[in-house]
């Protein structure tokens, strides 16, 4: 794909040089200030619109009309993966809805759907919390199969969201869920444990076998590549993206360097990297690219160097992972591809 030798890592100065994508971010924002910053590096965005029901996100609606504005004014530089309607009670007509509305956004040019934590968190059926396994979700699920929509399922959340604040093991979760204590679990034993929520998961794969599925941030596996590893090979039409999840492969790498490289090359066509930045406007342009600009260059650096790093996300140093440029190049481009078939033309 990319024109420069194969086998020795890429520099940091070639970040800017090759074509790659960002397959798991927000975009929030008429502003085209952070397209034209992706532009001058090489970066193609995938912006992920969701069905939040909470009124401290933006609207639907709304995420829905930015997207099909820089869809329309960016095509060569912006996608967009649609969000699955659903509602606080799921009914019949709720799932016949959504079988609807996923067929629209694929016309109307979304290369997935993502389906968010609420199913399995917070949403309901029968008056009781309901699980992606649940049969009132396959005539959905048996949708997405038929029209071949690539499915980004956010099933549970980090195995830190279990832990007492001070046992979580990265910074990033700490800051989280200190300031997102509804979905703190830790705080509502009443609620299923992050066990039942993978085990939701992995039920529901091996009744869909033909679901093009990214399990989003490391498919709530993050804690551990063994068990990442597992799921992958269980589940052979599984990928996985690595957004807001590259700082548990750093907290890893601080005592199992080579196994975590080891884990890397295995597994090099079935992860995606996706930065999870949110563009909005609650917070300046300059301290928004200031930020992209670090996360990219921060986990550009862990993945294509092998120097010794530090990050805020994580405590203590760790040593980078430094892999060759043909694994580089499908973990930042070809995975994404192929796992969303419509950005095939990036590929010419």
């Known amino acids: 794909m990319q024109d420069m ?59 829905k009309n930015i997207a099909g504005y820089h869809k ?33 956004e694929q016309d109307n040019g979304a290369i997935g759907v993502k389906i968010w934590k609420n199913v399995g968190m917070k949403i309901t059926h029968n008056n009781k919390l309901v699980m992606i396994d649940d049969p009132v979700f396959s005539p959905l699920l048996r949708q997405l199969e038929h029209i071949k929509l690539p499915v980004l399922g956010h099933f549970g959340e980090p195995r830190n969201c279990w832990l007492p604040i001070d046992e979580m093991t990265v910074e990033s979760d700490k800051k989280y869920y200190s300031s997102h204590p509804e979905f703190h679990m830790n705080q509502q034993p009443h609620m299923p444990s992050h066990n039942d929520q993978v085990a939701a998961c992995n039920n529901m794969l091996a009744k869909h076998r033909h679901l093009n599925f990214v399990g989003a941030h490391l498919g709530s596996s993050e804690y551990s590549i063994d068990e990442i590893a597992r799921r992958l090979d269980q589940f052979p039409h599984m ?39 949110v563009f909005t406007d609650n917070k300046s342009e300059e301290e928004q690219l200031e930020e992209l600009e670090r996360r990219w260059h921060s986990q550009w650096q862990f993945f294509t160097q092998t120097n010794i790093q530090n990050t805020w996300e994580v405590k203590g140093s760790f040593k980078g ?3 060759p440029r043909e694994v580089v190049d499908k973990i930042y481009f070809s995975n994404a591809i192929k796992a969303y078939p419509s950005l095939s033309f990036l590929a010419q």
């Not at 397959?23 to 590096?41: E, G, R, S, W």
Request: hydrophobic residues 40%.
């Open 321 to 323: 992972l430094g892999l």
């Open 72 to 104: 329309t004014n960016n095509p060569d530089s912006y996608s967009f993966i649609g969000a699955v309607p659903l509602s606080n009670n799921i009914t019949v007509p709720v799932i016949e809805n959504a079988c609807q509305q996923v067929a629209a």
């Open 5 to 63: 030798e194969k086998g020795s890592p890429y520099l940091m100065d070639d970040f800017s040089k090759i074509k790659k994508v960002d397959a798991h971010l927000h975009y929030y924002t008429f502003n085209d200030a952070f397209i034209h910053f992706a532009q001058k590096n090489n970066m193609h965005l995938v912006s992920i619109n969701v069905d939040f029901m909470e009124d401290e996100w933006m609207k639907l609606s709304e995420q």
């Open 239 to 277: 990928n996985m993206d690595l957004a807001e999840r590259v700082c548990h492969l750093q907290h890893q790498a601080i005592n199992d360097h080579q196994k975590v490289y080891d884990f890397m090359i295995r597994y090099q066509d079935r992860l995606i990297y996706g930065s999870d930045m």
